[in-house]
């Protein structure tokens, strides 16, 4: 499911318009976006929680040349499903 149809389902389930719809998710992700780049942690009960982790510097390899580069530290995003969302696939 891509952006759209996020949309389009908030949009049928929670009877918005479609524009609506689309500032709700968008608010969402930036919600989400700032709550990890000030706390480093956005936790919604039963859904799951989105962590910034370090993830530190390492050697890779560049596929075309073979040669041996330098990967930089950054920080990545990361999200643990939680126990709701988990039984609702399985």
Do not use: C
């Amino acid at each position: 499911m891509g952006k759209q149809e996020l949309v389009e389902f908030v949009a049928a389930k929670a009877g918005l318009t479609k524009a609506d719809a689309a500032r709700a998710v968008d608010a969402f992700v930036e919600g989400v976006s700032t709550g990890l780049k000030k706390e480093g942690k956005v936790a919604l009960v039963g859904f799951g929680t989105f962590s910034a982790k370090k993830r530190a510097a390492r050697e890779g390899i560049n596929p075309l040349t073979k040669q041996s580069i330098k990967i930089p530290a950054k920080v990545v995003a990361s999200f643990k499903a939680g126990s709701k969302l988990k039984d609702a696939l399985n």
